[in-house]
């Protein structure tokens, strides 16, 4: 039994292939609003590929000695810190994850960066989802 539940978690957690560092990457969808759902900034995102593998962000303001604590607990979900952080204010720290994203995950995992950024004295600002330019 302990071996499939196994097998279940393995292949649960395989993620299309997207490299993080790619060139072409751009912003298909944000939020930095906490009133908007999730499912309709994503419906109203033009450029969004739904069916498509993405780069998640989320965007926090967190003191530096928080940083660190932060980066353990949401790596356990794949997350990684960014250091890249175009067109956001300097204060902010990214954390990035690649996943095929819903309106339901991403309100899911807002809602728990939220509560990890608080229990670490820190904020979310919002979150990005970034796809390869379409061709």
Not at 56 to 62: D, G
Request: charged letters at 25%; proline letters at 4%; glycine letters at 6%.
């Amino acid at each position: 039994m302990f071996k499939a539940m196994g097998r279940w978690f393995r292949r649960r957690k395989s993620v299309p292939d997207l490299d993080p560092n790619r060139k072409d990457l751009v912003v298909v969808a944000e939020n930095f609003d906490v009133a908007a759902s999730p499912s309709a900034v994503l419906e109203r995102a033009e450029a969004w590929r739904r069916t498509e593998v993405a780069l998640i962000q989320h965007v926090m303001v967190l003191s530096q000695s928080a940083v660190d604590e932060v980066a353990a607990i949401v790596s356990i979900d794949g997350y990684a810190l960014s250091r890249s952080a175009e067109g956001l204010p300097p204060e902010a720290v990214v954390f990035q994850r690649v996943q095929v994203v819903s309106g339901l995950s991403c309100a899911q995992e807002n809602s728990r960066m939220a509560s990890v950024a608080s229990r670490c004295g820190g904020d979310v600002l919002g979150w990005r989802v970034l796809q390869p330019m379409a061709t």
